[in-house]
């Protein structure tokens, strides 16, 4: 594991995702299809997305899942 991701889960940043946009953003990174990664509905993906994404100052869902990912949150 990175030491920079393990120092910032470890310091307890607080994650201001829900389980759901997380999950999201888990198979965003992993470059799969989303749909078939998480079971919801396209729509729901979508604002899930967008969701994390406004939460997280992000421009794409790439760049929210890295985030996420440096975080230490996914």
């Known amino acids: 594991m990175d030491p920079a991701i393990a120092a910032s889960a470890l310091t307890g940043d607080d ?36 969701t994390a994404m406004s939460k997280l100052g992000a421009p794409t869902r790439h760049a929210a899942a890295h985030r996420a990912w440096k975080q230490g949150w996914i």
């Not at 994650?15 to 919801?40: D, H, K, M, Q, W």
């Open 15 to 50: 994650c201001p995702l829900t389980n759901r946009e997380l999950e999201v953003l888990r198979a965003a990174r992993a470059g799969a299809s989303i749909a078939a990664e998480v079971p919801l509905a396209p729509g729901t993906v979508r604002n899930r997305l967008s």
